[in-house]
């Protein structure tokens, strides 16, 4: 006697799927994640660099000035700057590239460091503050016509001297 070819009994068993699938998932949001941070931290190097392309020619300043500034400064002044998408923040981030371009190694990198750590409010209060107090140039010439980054770089020795 024959037997039938009955359809094999097929169980699922439900966690299992769902525990093959989910890694899919799971990849392809952390991937989307990614990329909009990506696309965003993108659009706000667009707009920093676009406020500093303005300055550049203010200053004189050319591209290859920016050839000359060491990879160590660009890759934290591109790390920080790109997560800024304030307007007033970004405007100091051109700054001080700016800066860096006419003078190389004149803005630390605690300087950046403090600048990534200030809100947009505490930023331009300090510049406000800063730009009423007289400095001192070089020659010792009193100036009231100070870069940005030189009230961040007072900060920055003020720090050091209190955590001294």
Known sequence: MNTPNLPLKVTVDVNKLIDQIQPIFKNDLTKMISDYFSTKRMENL????????????????????????????KINW????????DDSIQEFW????VQECLENSSVSL?????????TSTEAIILDNYFSEILFYDDNGR???NIFFHKWLVYLVKMMNIILI
């Open 94 to 97: 051109a700054k001080l590239l």
């Open 110 to 118: 605690r300087t950046l460091d403090l600048l990534h750590k200030l």
């Open 142 to 144: 009193e100036t009231k």
């Open 46 to 73: 667009v707009k920093i660099l676009s406020k500093a392309s303005e300055r550049m020619k203010t200053f004189g300043v050319s591209s290859a000035d920016l050839d000359n500034i060491s990879t160590k400064f």
């Open 78 to 85: 591109y790390t920080l700057a790109s997560q800024v998408d």
